[in-house]
C-alpha cells in the first residue's frame, strides 16, 4: 500500500507538470494566433487605404485630363467668336454702303458714306461683347433686333445676344436664343456654332440626356467640322 503510495505521487506531480506545459503552450499559441489575426487586420487596413489612395490618384488624373480636353474646347470655341467678330467687323467695312464707286484719281478726295442707324447700332453692342460688358451687349443685340427686323444682320445678332446670355449663365435664355437661329436661319454661317451653343447650355443646365443627343446630332451628321469636333470632346467628358 505504501509502495502503491509512493509511486503516484511522483505520477501525479508528472501529469501536472505535463498538464501546466499544454496550458502553457495553449496560451502561447493563442496569443500568436491573436498577434497574427492583428497583423492581418493591420495589412488589410493598409491594402484598402493603398487601394483609396490609387482610386483617388487616377480619379484625378481623370479629371485633369477632362479638365485639359475642356479647356481645348473652350479655347477652340473663343478663337471662333474673334472670328466671328472679326469676320463682321469685316464684313461691315466692306459692306456697299462703305465702298467707293470706282477708283478716285489721284489725290482726289474719298467720300466715305456715313454710318447708317443700323450700323451703328450693331458695331456698339458688338464693341460691348468684345469689351466683356455681355449685360449691356444683350441689351444693344435685343435694341438692334428690335428695330432692324429684315436686317442681313439678323443672325448673327441673335447668335451673339446667345452668346452674351451665354457668357452670364443665363444658359435657358441663351438656349431660346440659339434655337431661334436655328429654327430662323438654317442657311446661315451661324447655324452649326449656335447648334453646339444650344447643346451646351442644355448641360450648363444639368439635362444631360438632352446635350447628349444634341452633341451626338453634331458629331454623327457633321463630321468633320470644328463644332462636331468640340461634340466630341464634350460627350468624352460625359464617359459617352
Same mark, same amino acid.
Given at each position: 500500500?505504501?509502495?502503491?503510495?509512493?509511486? *503516484?505521487?511522483?505520477?501525479?506531480?508528472? +501529469? +501536472?507538470?505535463? %498538464?501546466?506545459?499544454?496550458?502553457?503552450?495553449?496560451?502561447?499559441?493563442?496569443?500568436?494566433?491573436?498577434?497574427?489575426?492583428?497583423?492581418?487586420?493591420?495589412?488589410?487596413?493598409? #491594402?484598402?487605404?493603398?487601394?483609396?489612395?490609387?482610386?483617388?490618384?487616377?480619379? $484625378?488624373?481623370?479629371?485633369?485630363? *477632362?479638365?485639359?480636353?475642356?479647356?481645348?474646347?473652350?479655347?477652340?470655341? @473663343?478663337?471662333?467668336?474673334?472670328?466671328? /467678330?472679326? =469676320?463682321?467687323? &469685316?464684313?461691315?467695312?466692306? @459692306?456697299?454702303?462703305?465702298? &467707293?464707286?470706282?477708283?478716285?484719281? $489721284?489725290?482726289?478726295?474719298?467720300?466715305?458714306?456715313?454710318?447708317?442707324?443700323?450700323?451703328? $447700332?450693331?458695331?456698339?453692342?458688338? +464693341?460691348?461683347? &468684345?469689351?466683356? @460688358?455681355?449685360?449691356?451687349?444683350?441689351?444693344?443685340?435685343?435694341?438692334?433686333?428690335?428695330?432692324?427686323? /429684315?436686317?442681313? =444682320? =439678323?443672325?448673327?445678332?441673335?447668335?451673339?445676344?446667345?452668346?452674351?446670355?451665354? &457668357?452670364?449663365? *443665363?444658359?435657358?435664355?441663351?438656349?431660346?436664343?440659339?434655337?431661334?437661329?436655328? =429654327?430662323?436661319?438654317?442657311?446661315? #454661317?451661324?447655324?452649326?456654332? *449656335?447648334?453646339?451653343?444650344?447643346?451646351?447650355?442644355?448641360?450648363?443646365?444639368?439635362?444631360?440626356?438632352?446635350?447628349?443627343?444634341?452633341?451626338?446630332?453634331?458629331?454623327?451628321?457633321?463630321?468633320? /467640322?470644328?463644332?462636331?469636333?468640340?461634340?466630341?470632346?464634350?460627350? #468624352?467628358?460625359? %464617359?459617352?
Amino acid at each position: 500500500m505504501r509502495l502503491i503510495r509512493t509511486l *503516484a505521487v511522483p505520477a501525479t506531480a508528472a +501529469l +501536472l507538470a505535463i %498538464g501546466c506545459s499544454s496550458q502553457d503552450q495553449l496560451k502561447k499559441v493563442e496569443q500568436e494566433v491573436g498577434d497574427l489575426k492583428v497583423e492581418i487586420f493591420r495589412l488589410r487596413q493598409q #491594402a484598402e487605404e493603398t487601394a483609396k489612395k490609387a482610386e483617388a490618384e487616377q480619379k $484625378a488624373a481623370a479629371e485633369a485630363r *477632362a479638365q485639359d480636353r475642356r479647356f481645348q474646347a473652350d479655347s477652340q470655341e @473663343s478663337l471662333r467668336q474673334v472670328q466671328e /467678330t472679326v =469676320r463682321v467687323m &469685316n464684313n461691315r467695312l466692306n @459692306s456697299p454702303g462703305r465702298a &467707293n464707286a470706282g477708283v478716285p484719281a $489721284a489725290g482726289a478726295p474719298v467720300a466715305v458714306a456715313p454710318a447708317s442707324d443700323e450700323d451703328k $447700332a450693331f458695331q456698339s453692342a458688338t +464693341l460691348d461683347y &468684345n469689351k466683356g @460688358s455681355y449685360g449691356l451687349a444683350a441689351e444693344g443685340f435685343q435694341l438692334f433686333l428690335k428695330n432692324s427686323p /429684315t436686317s442681313a =444682320r =439678323r443672325p448673327e445678332a441673335i447668335y451673339f445676344l446667345g452668346l452674351s446670355h451665354y &457668357n452670364q449663365r *443665363a444658359y435657358d435664355k441663351g438656349q431660346a436664343a440659339f434655337e431661334q437661329v436655328l =429654327r430662323e436661319h438654317a442657311g446661315s #454661317a451661324q447655324f452649326l456654332p *449656335a447648334k453646339l451653343k444650344r447643346a451646351q447650355c442644355l448641360l450648363k443646365q444639368g439635362l444631360k440626356p438632352a446635350a447628349a443627343k444634341a452633341f451626338k446630332e453634331l458629331v454623327e451628321g457633321f463630321q468633320g /467640322t470644328p463644332e462636331a469636333r468640340t461634340a466630341q470632346q464634350e460627350l #468624352a467628358d460625359l %464617359g459617352l
